[in-house]
């Protein structure tokens, strides 16, 4: 499947299904809300230059997204509507492009179903309209320009255009901060290497360059700066906790949304690397270790929330955070919050660790631990934002992308070890969640 040929053959069907599922959603949803409306008010529109050097001297680096936000909302809301149809499903197919390379029919409809499974209110805290154009076309930008990349590695011919395409979409990806340091990381990563095989690509060494400029042009931003002034109104005493508090905070709050809060993403990733260590290894401590995941995501997100009804004195061990993280003045002297600590970090350790152990190798494991510690560090570096907090759950997107591909890609390699009607099974399963999710989303609209 090529980017710049795409067939509807087979394999792409489920893809076509979420398409006409997405809009559905997309023609219900209600536009303009929340900072949508900001955007649609600037007068000029596309050519309010003052507005855009003003966004740029006061609030924001995002020069490039900011446009593209004015333009679209400028424009009837059906062209969005349509617009972000085609993007999510893109960002599917980026996934399998990426990723999948055998049963690709079922492993697509995998990919479809955990997409609609994905909570996808979270991303409408700032308004529809812009929080996806924030969030998922810079990262859908991302995952296309990086299907090109992939095809440099393993030596296949890129066109002139597709060259093109890549440069234009990492130079708009790269304009969000986070992603910018994520695929800064990335690129790092190819060009060491690269170095150590003595064989450097020109074009992934200007992807570098490219990454190193939009990152400096973030950081350096006064836009930045004066943002970060403003935004200490959301958390006035940001600056007077200490690195270790805000540290705190910034993991704690990102392991409980997964683990104490229950998402139905991380149920299914931790129901896969239970099933994919249990197949590999006979150790039973190593058993012992998968079914940690498992079992807490179960105890806090389901069995504490069905049985605490009947059982009023359970609901004492649901475990609460506060603007401060678990541990506070108020509390730092009760011992219960520190085994909170350790039973949330304990898990969210076993993540990757469990991973690694699925594959075996740092060669095979690469990519998927990665994936998954990148996804948790863009939603930890808000420890260092007083926005922790006010930003809302759209914050998580990224992260939550990174569980689908690692759960992608845990599946294909059960392929290896199970039978594929073992696996169908399987996706069935999810398949029905998330038929019920996509109902429940339309039926709350």
């Known amino acids: 499947m090529k980017i710049n040929n795409w067939k509807l053959e087979k394999s792409n069907i489920p893809f076509v299904m979420l398409g006409f599922g997405m809009l559905i959603i997309h023609l219900l949803l209600p536009v303009p809300t929340g900072d949508d409306i900001h955007f649609s008010s600037v007068p000029d529109g596309i050519f309010d230059f003052l507005y855009f050097k003003s966004r740029y001297v006061n609030w924001s680096s995002r020069i490039f997204l900011d446009f593209l936000v004015v333009t679209i909302l400028h424009l009837p809301y059906i062209v969005w509507r349509i617009v972000n149809t085609v993007i999510f499903v893109l960002l599917g197919v980026s996934i399998s492009n990426m990723f999948v390379r055998k049963n690709k029919l079922i492993l697509n409809w995998f990919i479809v179903f955990l997409l609609l499974i994905y909570p996808y209110r979270e991303i409408s805290d700032a308004g529809w309209v812009t929080t ?58 190819l060009v060491i290497y690269q170095l150590k095989q003595r064989k450097i690509n020109w074009y992934i060494f200007s992807c570098f360059v490219l990454c190193i400029c939009s990152t400096i042009f973030s950081i350096g931003s006064p836009g930045t700066i004066q ?83 009947f059982l009023p004195n359970l609901s004492s061990l649901d475990p609460e955070i506060t603007k401060y993280g678990f541990i506070t003045l108020n509390n730092y ?72 591909i690692c759960s992608v890609i845990l599946i294909e390699n059960l392929l290896n070890s199970v039978s594929e009607k073992f696996i169908e099974n399987f996706v069935f399963a999810v398949g029905v969640v998330a038929l019920l999710s996509y109902l429940n989303l339309v039926i709350s609209l």
């Open 132 to 189: 996806t154009m924030i969030y998922l076309w810079p990262l859908t930008s991302g995952l296309i320009a990086m299907t090109i990349i992939r095809k440099l590695l393993i030596n296949l011919k890129v066109s002139r255009n597709e060259y093109i395409l890549a440069s234009v979409l990492l130079v708009y990806s790269t304009n969000f901060e986070i992603l910018s340091v994520i695929l800064l990381t990335i690129f790092l990563i």
């Open 333 to 404: 002297s009760e011992n219960g919050n520190y085994l909170v600590l350790i039973i949330l970090y304990v898990t969210a350790y076993l993540i990757p660790m469990l991973i690694f152990l699925v594959f075996g190798n740092i060669r095979k494991s690469i990519i998927p631990v990665g994936i998954i510690l990148l996804g948790f560090i863009s939603r930890i570096v808000l420890s260092f934002s007083p926005t922790i907090w006010a930003s809302g759950k759209r914050t998580f997107f990224f992260l939550s992308v990174s569980i689908i």
């Open 227 to 309: 943002r970060r002034n403003v935004e200490l109104r959301w958390f006035v005493d940001f600056d007077k906790i200490s690195l270790i508090e805000k540290l705190e905070i910034g993991l704690s709050s990102t392991f409980s949304h997964y683990i104490f809060d229950f998402s139905l993403l991380f149920l299914i990733l931790s129901i896969l690397i239970f099933i994919s260590i249990r197949i590999k290894y006979e150790d039973f401590l190593i058993r012992i270790f998968s079914t940690i995941p498992l079992f807490m995501t179960l105890f806090w997100g389901v069995i504490l929330t069905f049985l605490s009804p």
